[in-house]
């Protein structure tokens, strides 16, 4: 496995468009995307500082995966994306060195990516995403 970049940091915030708002209008960055991941019940919203993304999560129910974060623990930092040269192979040794995956195999994440998560339990606490374009 070979971790290539940051790929991105994925913060959960109650409201997108307020978000939205403060990256443009005080940290002057440009929101190039906005997409619905239907799968992740999340609105997302992505800015590019040089090769990586910041990617913003709005809940769009409860019970989906940030709508439960912001509940117990409020907005911040979600996660953070490592760009690996080959997602399949990533997962596979990640797990064969003991840790646990939320994803065996990859999924479509948003902007086309393929994605797989491992678990915050063995990371540290720091929910961790792989994800490829391959
Ligand atoms: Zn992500």
Known sequence: MKIERIEHIGIA???????ISFYEKVLNLTCYAIEDVADQKVRTAFFKIGETKIEL???TDPEGPIGKF???KGEGIHHIAFAVDNIEEALAETESKGVRLIDKTPRKGAEGLNIGFLHPKNTMGVLTEFCSNK
């Open 70 to 72: 912001i509940e117990k």
């Open 57 to 59: 999560l709005e809940s």
């Open 13 to 19: 915030v109650s409201n997108l468009d307020e978000a």
